[in-house]
């Protein structure tokens, strides 16, 4: 099993920046691909950004390209999702999760997930 726990959320005004993290356990980390996916009231949860494993692949939806960032540190079994000039359309609950190497924008292609934090953008 593996267990991930996200980080960093909060309150934001428009146009400031926060950065998510999510702590991943085990020792095959590397070979996972990452992915973030949101959810805001009311819609369906949406990919935002993700990662391969074992490679610089990176992926972003449409809404966030030129904003957010995905970035992985090995060693440290930790991914992250920078994220710059935010909007109320950012507010969501924000998903960390895993899947064995090849990455996927649908949430159905992902194993495990974290519990998810919350990101609120104030206009």
């Known amino acids: 099993q593996v267990q991930l726990v996200e980080s960093g959320g909060g309150l934001v005004q428009a146009g400031g920046s926060l950065r998510l993290s999510c702590a991943a356990s085990?020792?095959?980390?590397?070979?996972?691909?990452m992915g973030w996916f949101r959810q805001a009231p009311g819609k369906e949860r949406e990919f935002v950004a993700g990662?391969?494993?074992?490679?610089?692949?990176?992926y972003y939806g449409d809404s966030v390209k030129g904003r957010f960032t995905i970035s992985r540190d090995n060693d440290k079994n930790t991914v992250y999702l920078q994220m710059n000039m935010l909007n109320a359309e950012d507010t969501a609950v924000y998903y960390c999760?895993?899947?064995?190497?090849?990455?996927?924008?649908?949430?159905?292609?992902?194993?495990?997930w974290g519990q998810g934090t919350q990101v609120t953008v104030s206009s």
């Open positions: 999760a895993a899947r064995w190497a090849v990455a996927a924008t649908r949430s159905e292609e992902y194993t495990y």
């Open positions: 085990g020792r095959t980390f590397s070979t996972y691909a």
């Open positions: 990662v391969s494993g074992l490679g610089p692949t990176t």
